[in-house]
């Protein structure tokens, strides 16, 4: 090794940029320096010795250590800031500044040296030995290196009966989703679909304790998802009629409403709609406008649309077929309000004419969806009899006395909106189930589809470029974690649904909803590019997978409103821990603070970037946990702050907006990893590879997202973001010859997927 | 200030922790700073001087220096890794461990008092002087502080009496975007406007020289974006008949040919078509299959679909309106192959009826743009005379012999794309125009709707809750940034189009219709969710943008594809430098890179973060060069690797394509900073200042996108990645009271923007 001392000679400065760069960037590889160094050694005019540092310097086998390689640093970067502008100009102006620095008088000679550099590497061949086969074709023709059967049976659960159900009945081409049909035609058609599930017994499932000996949901909810395979009109209507115009009865309803409608709701004898959203009034439920008064004399309830904004709206089933619907409004008896109930106003009579004081209105053509007759609903003081306040929770008693065994008004206004939780556990599902079909469209495409390649061979399949694996396979890991995510919550929800408080099983809800509704359309949008024009073509599914799941994010709660509703509530179970053990939870929370930052910001802290740490689900959660705390104690602080200042809570909870939302896709991101890293644990061995796999690509995806968070909070190092970048597309690599096998794993009937692409020859020979 | 040798009292070391994170955590303010003094220092059993230690560490007026900190912060690390997990598992066992580790013997005194901190901080209020003000909802109905009409007449540039007549035509009510209609109908309804625009003389503007007399397509080119505010069937349309299938003759037709059709093309008495792309091969034009051979005995062209890959598809105005359509094929004359030409044939009769030998289909229906009648054409050994193939670049002569005046087959393969071009040009400008259409419906309901908010008082405006400026209003940077490299480039390309090699000029245009499609469609994604269910309904308008410019990521070059053209066209201008100037051009790159590498990785290289420097746009065009540079010199040298293998140059692309896609990003971010400034000082000083944050907005945005990347090359700092995130907001703050010109200055017919919702009452009052 050179001594560093050497860098002093006046000779040598003007190659020091070259020194530097030779060993500093990870560019010049082991050859190029070989070259490097027999090439400058080789020079006529320079001295021996300094030959020999050259070479030193340069020698493969030896590299420079790093004070030696810091103290070049140095050098460079004083010469840069004494010439500034003008040394970054070129080579000959910095090494000029270089022997400058050094007190050379005679420049000349090295720089001349320098330039006769000519034909620097500019002609070497074949030094280099990199992998030069390409990937073979048969990657995606072998079979898949774990039993499929076992990964489908891991997927679907404990009701995989009722699954094989709903896929029988998608399998049969009558029920093939439908495109392009004119609107009216399209909702009957749908409609048709709902008699014919009704008639096969799909409804009953919703109804546990009513119309099925089921313990429970689950069974709805698994047909449910089932069904999103197909088309997604159809599962949108029946969601309105068995989750939300039923759920609404079940839940809300007392024993006796129940027993009187649902029967007739599971059999579709009695269609109905779902009317809460308002025009005026979509997210902000607490405060609708739709107005009914309690009228002793009568014992009738008054319903009544006072403006236009209170106009009912967005109402499934509402345009055509519902004869009646469960309305939300706020409620006045004697005087008093007492916030927002349910009552079921009928709309229409029994063939199909709007009853007296009702208007109704279509919504009209929407993006997507259009089998589904959305309507605007006003009342003009419609009146029915008292009995039709869903009374669960609340009821007028024979006096005309509001009576409720929920006392305060905020909790009575959350066990309504109780309802909707269902609802946004299977839309989550259902948009989790379009994005395996717009994958596996678009997987499929990609592993026969070719384009571009090698003269004189094949052309390339599009699955063996890079960009087109980083198109498709985060959205395939996506997929599986809010899968897994779903199952485990669906288990959660249909064991507790309607036991007491489930706030904080409404917020996982929420945000899992959150989370699989983007993510599923995001994956959906992606298949679609990646399928090109044949994407665009609704004969292949695409389209409508894309224009029926965009409304997604924004029904049944819309994302940025859910967001901040989990960010809420898991600032309120931090703030409990406060109430509850008080000023040494604060403590406690500094504390761990204070051990976070000592653990990963100290020089001791180790960054391993190693593939088997990088890959496993222990670092990747550990990450996610700790972004999920980190973002939660600073959002606590913030929010305290304002408290404190006296800020109303509307404004402080905006001031943070941004924060907050951040704070509940860490939350979500953490669920969906969870869920996962369990499956793996549950998972035959094989399966648990080709998922272990699929699995890192989603954790280490979620950390290649916020990898400038994690670097800002010294959590993840420079070269760990730099491995992780790098991780990804070797898991890419690896998982090609599962990917056939990870999609065929969710056994979607042929009948809902593309439209065979008439390529008479796979290999499109060439002319 | 204490002496740090105080920090190893035995009685204080409980409290290290809570010291640490009072000065080392952003989260804890000056007041709260003050608090934790004087509760701490009040604690009984305190040793004075202790007391007195504690009180210097907290004093809100002498924070510690950083080498206290550095002290402070190696014996918590040291407790933590002595104790490993435990440490972390809350406040008593960490002060437990420091109080162990400085070999105290009676913790508990301490660790009591630590205890008895039970409501520290708990009930404070009002120490905190936050800004509590609400923003005023007169933001937006003030005035903007700019002139409108100036910015408007900065947007339309030179050839604004072309955008006024576009306008004009979109505000009849009868050229309103249809929606919901029948494909056939809507069809009709799209020829029938596309007729009109022919009688108004815009299909005139396509052919300089032969049909108007203006110089150079741009009033074409300005006519085309303008009317992308309307139907985009209508636009996608003019743009087959016009720049399709009239620019195939007017590119690649001798004189003859252009006088022979092109006045019928404008006047759309010849409807026609351009058919290139093959079912088998999209975006590998040179690899079609369609094969036309020279017959010399007849003088007959006979073009031929050999293989059912070989059909051609999508081509507009094929399924039902063309009459003819240039058909790009494999040309064979006597036995040899001349590589990729174009044939005009004959399709169909003056009545429509297809001709004999030509079968046509239709591609059905499509998820948007189904005013477009796209078809695929089947050629059965059709017989059309020589003096169909289009002769401007290659000939078959009388004694039936091929010839050229570009020898080169590979150059003249990309002369005929070269046709291609203008319409990437032209759809790039429609992504903006609907952009600028879907962001001005959204930010107009943004300012109008208004949902949630504090009790009592109107609920809050959209636009105020941060979460939504942050949804829309880097949207609208991002327009204006495509919108002015758009208007640059366009006038580059019209005074160049044609003119002998242009290979810079269409880099330069794939890097543009990449970043403005993407950008376009992302866009008006985040305009329908902006609107919620209104941005689901086809009467807003945004479901029918969303599907519409869907296509526009893949028609006219698919963005991955052109990604790479981009990507190569910049490593070839980078190797022709070595090839020009040898090996010193090596050596200067090499220079450069020590240059930067010494610039950014230094320790007295400054970051500077305060917001003059951030907001400038000279320090964002500074940062957008680094990246392209870097990736360019990378690329280069993983290329060149990989070359000096041996590796087939299709598998080097494939493996570094990651980087060239990164690369092309890189270079369009430029051009769009590049033309936004450039815009920034041709404005009116008023202008200017708004532009200007928008502006910053945009460079700013692409920094943070990429601010892990910055990171790693030691561009950016950590402090100055935190800055940026925080300065966005602040901008975006800044901008609301232009939000409204900021829109207005597009001047967008009414008729082209959403309907008005029914909303009776603005402020919504509530019950």
């Given at each position: 090794?050179?001594?560093?001392?050497?860098?002093?000679?006046?000779?040598?400065?003007?190659?020091?940029?070259?020194?530097?760069?030779?060993?500093?960037?990870?560019?010049?590889?082991?050859?190029?320096?070989?070259?490097?160094?027999?090439?400058?050694?080789?020079?006529?005019?320079?001295?021996?010795?300094?030959?020999?540092?050259?070479?030193?310097?340069?020698?493969?086998?030896?590299?420079?250590?790093?004070?030696?390689?810091?103290?070049?640093?140095?050098?460079?970067?004083?010469?840069?800031?004494?010439?500034?502008?003008?040394?970054?100009?070129?080579?000959?102006?910095?090494?000029?500044?270089?022997?400058?620095?050094?007190?050379?008088?005679?420049?000349?000679?090295?720089?001349?040296?320098?330039?006769?550099?000519?034909?620097?590497?500019?002609?070497?061949?074949?030094?280099?030995?990199?992998?030069?086969?390409?990937?073979?074709?048969?990657?995606?023709?072998?079979?898949?290196?774990?039993?499929?059967?076992?990964?489908?049976?891991?997927?679907?659960?404990?009701?995989?009966?009722?699954?094989?159900?709903?896929?029988?009945?998608?399998?049969?081409?009558?029920?093939?989703?439908?495109?392009?049909?004119?609107?009216?035609?399209?909702?009957?058609?749908?409609?048709?679909?709902?008699?014919?599930?009704?008639?096969?017994?799909?409804?009953?499932?919703?109804?546990?304790?009513?119309?099925?000996?089921?313990?429970?949901?689950?069974?709805?909810?698994v047909a449910f998802e089932t069904l999103a395979y197909g088309d997604l009109s159809l599962t949108v209507k029946a969601g309105v009629q068995f989750g939300l115009w039923g759920g609404s009865i079940y839940f809300l309803g007392s024993d006796a409403q129940r027993k009187a409608w649902l029967p007739d709701v599971a059999s579709l004898k009695a269609p109905g709609c779902f009317?809460?959203?308002?025009?005026?009034?979509?997210?902000?439920?607490?405060?609708?406008?739709?107005?009914?008064?309690?009228?002793?004399?009568?014992?009738?309830?008054?319903?009544?649309?006072?403006?236009?904004?209170?106009?009912?709206?967005?109402?499934?089933?509402?345009?055509?077929?519902?004869?009646?619907?469960?309305?939300?409004?706020?409620?006045?008896?004697?005087?008093?309000?007492?916030?927002?109930?349910?009552?079921?106003?009928?709309?229409?009579?029994?063939?199909?004419?709007?009853?007296?004081?009702?208007?109704?209105?279509?919504?009209?053509?929407?993006?997507?969806?259009?089998g589904v007759d959305n309507g605007r609903i006003w009342f003009e003081h419609v009146r029915v009899p008292v009995e039709n306040l869903l009374s669960r929770h609340a009821q007028i008693d024979a006096d005309g006395r509001y009576q409720s065994s929920i006392e305060s008004p905020a909790r009575r206004f959350f066990t309504m909106l109780g309802t909707l939780v269902g609802g946004?556990?299977?839309?989550?599902?259902?948009?989790?189930?379009?994005?395996?079909?717009?994958?596996?469209?678009?997987?499929?495409?990609?592993?026969?589809?070719?384009?571009?390649?090698?003269?004189?061979?094949?052309?390339?399949?599009?699955?063996?470029?890079?960009?087109?694996?980083?198109?498709?396979?985060?959205?395939?890991?996506?997929?599986?974690?809010?899968?897994?995510?779903?199952?485990?919550?669906?288990?959660?929800?249909?064991?507790?649904?309607?036991?007491?408080?489930?706030?904080?099983?409404?917020?996982?809800?929420?945000?899992?909803?959150?989370?699989?509704?983007?993510?599923?359309?995001?994956?959906?949008?992606?298949?679609?590019?990646?399928?090109?024009?044949?994407?665009?073509?609704?004969?292949?599914?695409?389209?409508?997978?894309?224009?029926?799941?965009?409304?997604?994010?924004?029904?049944?709660?819309?994302?940025?409103?859910?967001?901040?509703?989990?960010?809420?509530?898991?600032?309120?179970?931090?703030?409990?821990?406060?109430?509850?053990?008080?000023?040494?939870?604060?403590?406690?929370?500094?504390?761990?603070?204070?051990?976070?930052?000592?653990?990963?910001?100290?020089?001791?802290?180790?960054?391993?970037?190693?593939?088997?740490?990088?890959?496993?689900?222990?670092?990747?959660?550990?990450?996610?946990?700790?972004?999920?705390?980190?973002?939660?104690?600073?959002?606590?602080?913030?929010?305290?702050?304002?408290?404190?200042?006296?800020?109303?809570?509307?404004?402080?909870?905006?001031?943070?907006?941004?924060?907050?939302?951040?704070?509940?896709?860490?939350?979500?991101?953490?669920?969906?990893?969870?869920?996962?890293?369990?499956?793996?644990?549950?998972?035959?061995?094989?399966?648990?590879?080709?998922?272990?796999?699929?699995?890192?690509?989603?954790?280490?995806?979620?950390?290649?997202?916020?990898?400038?968070?994690?670097?800002?909070?010294?959590?993840?190092?420079?070269?760990?973001?730099?491995?992780?970048?790098?991780?990804?597309?070797?898991?890419?690599?690896?998982?090609?010859?599962?990917?056939?096998?990870?999609?065929?794993?969710?056994?979607?009937?042929?009948?809902?997927?593309?439209?065979?692409?008439?390529?008479?020859?796979?290999?499109?020979?060439?002319?």
């Open positions: 090794m050179t001594e560093p001392t050497v860098l002093q000679e006046p000779e040598l400065r003007p190659f020091l940029p070259l020194l530097y760069v030779a060993w500093a960037d990870g560019d010049l590889g082991h050859e190029e320096r070989t070259i490097l160094w027999e090439r400058l050694a080789a020079q006529p005019g320079l001295k021996p010795r300094l030959r020999e540092a050259l070479g030193a310097w340069l020698d493969p086998a030896n590299p420079p250590d790093a004070a030696s390689l810091a103290e070049l640093h140095g050098m460079l970067e004083r010469a840069v800031l004494t010439l500034g502008a003008e040394a970054r100009e070129g080579w000959l102006n910095l090494g000029g500044a270089m022997a400058k620095a050094g007190g050379a008088t005679e420049p000349d000679g090295a720089l001349r040296a320098l330039q006769s550099l000519e034909d620097l590497l500019g002609q070497e061949r074949e030094i280099l030995s990199l992998r030069t086969e390409c990937p073979a074709d048969a990657t995606f023709s072998r079979p898949p290196g774990f039993d499929v059967a076992a990964l489908t049976a891991l997927l679907d659960g404990e009701h995989a009966d009722v699954r094989q159900k709903a896929r029988a009945f998608l399998a049969d081409p009558r029920h093939r989703a439908a495109y392009g049909m004119e609107k009216g035609a399209y909702r009957e058609k749908v409609f048709g679909w709902l008699q014919e599930l009704s008639d096969l017994g799909f409804g009953d499932l919703a109804f546990p304790g009513i119309t099925t000996a089921a313990g429970d949901l689950s069974r709805f909810l009317a809460m959203s308002e025009v005026g009034h979509g997210s902000n439920v607490a405060d609708l406008q739709t107005l009914t008064r309690y009228e002793h004399a009568t014992r009738e309830l008054v319903v009544h649309t006072p403006t236009e904004s209170a106009r009912k709206d967005w109402a499934g089933n509402a345009a055509l077929h519902a004869r009646a619907g469960t309305v939300f409004t706020q409620l006045e008896v004697d005087g008093v309000r007492h916030g927002v109930h349910a009552v079921i106003v009928p709309l229409r009579d029994a063939d199909g004419r709007t009853l007296p004081g009702i208007r109704i209105g279509d919504c009209g053509t929407k993006q997507g969806l259009n946004r556990l299977s839309i989550a599902a259902a948009a989790v189930s379009a994005a395996k079909v717009g994958l596996t469209i678009a997987l499929r495409y990609a592993t026969l589809r070719r384009q571009f390649g090698p003269t004189s061979e094949p052309e390339t399949l599009l699955l063996h470029y890079p960009t087109h694996q980083r198109r498709l396979l985060p959205h395939l890991a996506a997929t599986y974690a809010a899968h897994f995510a779903i199952a485990d919550l669906r288990a959660d929800f249909a064991a507790r649904v309607g036991d007491g408080d489930t706030r904080q099983l409404e917020a996982r809800v929420a945000a899992i909803k959150g989370a699989a509704t983007r993510r599923g359309r995001d994956a959906v949008r992606a298949a679609r590019e990646a399928c090109g024009g044949q994407g665009y073509l609704c004969v292949n599914r695409l389209p409508d997978l894309l224009d029926d799941t965009e409304i997604f994010t924004t029904f049944e709660g819309d994302n940025t409103v859910l967001a901040q509703l989990v960010a809420k509530s898991l600032l309120t179970n931090f703030r409990q821990q406060f109430e509850r053990k008080g000023a040494s939870a604060w403590v406690r929370v500094l504390a761990q603070r204070a051990v976070d930052l000592a653990a990963v910001k100290g020089p001791f802290t180790t960054h391993p970037s190693d593939a088997a740490t990088l890959r496993s689900p222990a670092f990747q959660l550990d990450a996610l946990r700790f972004r999920e705390r980190s973002l939660l104690q600073s959002a606590a602080a913030r929010v305290q702050k304002r408290a404190r200042a006296d800020m109303p809570a509307s404004q402080a909870a905006n001031e943070v907006q941004e924060h907050l939302v951040a704070l509940a896709e860490a939350h979500a991101d953490l669920l969906l990893l969870e869920s996962f890293a369990a499956a793996l644990e549950a998972a035959p061995r094989d399966v648990a590879v080709a998922l272990g796999r699929l699995c890192a690509v989603f954790g280490l995806g979620v950390l290649e997202l916020h990898a400038t968070w994690f670097l800002e909070e010294g959590y993840l190092s420079l070269v760990q973001t730099r491995a992780i970048r790098r991780e990804i597309p070797r898991l890419f690599g690896e998982l090609l010859p599962d990917v056939s096998g990870l999609i065929d794993a969710f056994d979607i009937p042929e009948t809902c997927l593309a439209a065979p692409i008439a390529f008479d020859d796979p290999a499109h020979p060439r002319w």
